[in-house]
């Protein structure tokens, strides 16, 4: 669509560039938060694609973790799993590495590469919805080719 924000038009792009089409829908309220999209999408929470940045705590690296809108991440257990303790950085260093602002944090298509890993409970479903660049933009996609698309590495978050 081409009336779409520049920041989904560009998570489209990404995506394509990926293998994965995607039909980015605009919503008429906030999809800001996981319980919002869910709302808006008429699905589960547990549906939604929750895209969170966090920092390794020695290496400084930008990792993002693709979770159920169900779920809180473990992250010690996270840590065990990557290597290295992780922090929480703030919204401008997400920005900063995303190129979006929280609450339309993508799946994909982000300005810096980041390490990306995904909650195996999104597995489950045949349909997740994920943000798409702006807190009332998201897509719906199948789980395991949005995985295959960002390159995520399917792991246990909680
Ligand atoms: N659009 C929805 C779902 S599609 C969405 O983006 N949800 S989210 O969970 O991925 O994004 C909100 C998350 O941003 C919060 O869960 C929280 O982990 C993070 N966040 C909120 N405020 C801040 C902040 N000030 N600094 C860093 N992270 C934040």
Same mark, same amino acid.
């Given at each position: 669509?081409?009336? @779409?924000?520049?920041?989904?038009? #560009? *998570?489209? /792009?990404?995506?394509? $560039? +990926?293998? %994965? ?44 973790? @693709?979770?159920?809108?169900a779920? #809180? *991440?473990? /992250?010690?257990?996270? $840590? +065990?799993? %990557? ?54 933009c998201?897509?719906?996609? +199948? ?16």
């Amino acid at each position: 669509m081409t009336d @779409l924000p520049e920041s989904a038009r #560009r *998570v489209e /792009e990404a995506a394509r $560039a +990926a293998g %994965l089409e995607i039909a980015i829908v605009e919503m008429a309220d906030s999809t800001r938060t996981a319980e919002e999209a869910a709302g808006a999408c008429g699905c589960s929470v547990a549906q939604i694609v929750k895209s969170l940045v966090f920092r390794g705590a020695t290496s400084g690296k930008p990792v993002l973790l @693709l979770v159920s809108g169900a779920n #809180r *991440v473990d /992250e010690k257990g996270v $840590a +065990a799993h %990557l290597g290295e303790k992780l922090k929480r950085p703030d919204a401008a260093y997400v920005r900063e590495v995303t190129g979006y602002a929280i609450g339309g944090i993508p799946p994909l298509g982000h300005a810096t590469p980041l390490a990306t890993y995904i909650d195996r409970d999104l597995l489950q479903y045949d349909i997740v919805w994920a943000a798409a660049g702006t807190p009332r933009c998201v897509f719906p996609t +199948a789980p395991q080719a949005l995985a295959e698309a960002a390159g995520a590495e399917v792991i246990a978050v909680c």
